[in-house]
């Protein structure tokens, strides 16, 4: 069974750093890109990044780019998301996500993760 | 970026119809290939893959879960609606992979 499990959230002042870790099981995480996607309170979907399996290259949205830094631990089947210079606007659940072998859609979702940027 | 375009609310009753679009600023189509997936959220859950490719259905979905469409515009029907269908629906697409977008969202109530 497939597992998506994120941590690290909490709450943050606007301008610091947080990083996000999500543990993955009941795959080979290694024949996989990853993904980050995150959710607004009373909001809708927005991708964030996207990795491909084994690092070599990464994908962002504009208003995250230079910001964040998606990444992974091949050995420890885990993916990370460092989150720097933190705005209110960052403030969502996030979500990792397993891109489907041809990069179309997310099949599996991890539960979320809540991230809340304020001073 | 593709923009996509969704109705925020639509009213049902329990055993009818329920039909959502999703209109794309441009085409998500390639070559016959519709590049248009559909997502079920329940409060306080993560997404579920429904439909992918417009109109196959995902693993584990029941068959009154149904897809179509091609080009700009995109249909996920329900039929008939059961009590656990009441979340939001989300369009995805990915003809700009890897950069994805989703539509904003439709809240399926009851009426």
Sequence with gaps: EVQLVESGGGLVQPGRSLKLSCAASG???????????????????????????????????????????ISRDNAKSTLYLQMDSLRSEDTATY????????????????????????? | ?????????????????????????????????????????????????????????????????SGSGSGTDFTLTIDPVQADDIAAYYCQQSRESPLYTFGAGTKLELK
């Design chain 2, 1 to 65: 970026d593709i923009v996509l375009t969704q109705s925020p609310v639509l009213a049902v009753s329990l055993g009818q119809r329920a039909t959502i679009s999703c209109r794309a600023s441009q085409s998500v189509s390639i070559s016959s290939i519709n590049l248009m997936h559909w997502y079920q959220q329940k409060p306080g859950q993560q997404p579920k893959l429904l439909i992918y490719r417009a109109s196959n259905l995902a693993s584990g979905i029941p068959a009154r879960f």
């Design chain 1, 27 to 69: 795959f080979t995480f290694s024949d996989y890109a990853m993904a980050w996607v995150r959710q607004a309170p009373k909001k809708g979907l927005e991708w964030v990044a996207t990795i491909i399996y084994d690092g070599s290259s990464t994908y962002y949205r504009d208003s995250v780019k230079g910001r964040f830094t």
């Design chain 1, 95 to 119: 979500y990792c996500a397993r891109p489907s072998s041809d990069w179309d859609n997310f099949d599996y979702w991890g539960q979320g993760v809540m991230v809340t940027v304020s001073s």
